[in-house]
């Protein structure tokens, strides 16, 4: 038979199992409190990481582009310099035009013109010809159109202005007279 004592000492007392369990859901509670808090410690510090990364790349970018119009405005001065080098050599020439001869002012525009043509050329800067090529749009601008040229179609007759490149780049195209073609068939069969 069984003993009332050990019946009642097996079964759970109702009074002590209820401290427990509110214990337990509040260690739980508190458990997941402390990860909350480490959570969004962590998350705020991952935002002041980010945060901090975003202005080191803008202050990097702000000083790339300082460098550059720094760098830019440096090259520019140095051209500035060189070109002023030339206008001295023109002011010099043109002081001495009431007092030197034609053939001394014709030698100071030459000098001139070829100081200026090899500062260009330093500078990356070539002119083309284009007397006798084919009319090309991309590098000609056509000015006027010629009949009885003597020459095909679309070719060019006589260059008005010169067209200049820099490096692969066009800097002004050539201003050019261009061959209609017309006129010349009618030549050409009078001749025969």
Do not use: C, W
């Not at 090259?75 to 002023?84: A, G």
Request: zero cysteines.
């Amino acid at each position: 038979m069984t003993n009332p004592v050990d019946n009642q000492s097996q079964q759970p007392n109702p009074a002590q199992q209820q401290p427990t369990q509110p214990l337990a859901a509040q260690q739980q509670s508190g458990n997941l409190q402390a990860e909350l808090e480490a959570t969004r410690a962590q998350f705020e510090e991952m935002k002041d990481k980010y945060l901090r990364a975003l202005a080191e790349m803008d202050n990097v970018r702000k000083q790339q582009e300082r460098r550059s119009a720094d760098r830019i405005k440096q090259e520019k001065k140095t051209l500035f310099l060189r070109l002023i080098e030339v206008v001295d050599d023109l002011e010099r020439a043109l002081s001495y035009q009431d007092v030197a001869d034609r053939e001394t002012l014709l030698n100071s525009l030459r000098l001139t013109y070829n100081q200026i043509s090899t500062l260009l050329q330093r500078e990356g800067v070539v002119s083309f010809v284009s007397q006798g090529d084919t009319f090309n749009p991309h590098v000609h601008d056509a000015v006027e159109s010629v009949d009885n040229s003597g020459k095909p179609e679309g070719h060019i007759v006589q260059e008005m202005q010169k067209g200049y490149r820099y490096g692969d780049e066009l800097l002004r195209p050539a201003r050019v007279h261009v061959s209609s073609g017309q006129g010349d068939q009618a030549g050409g069969q009078q001749r025969s």
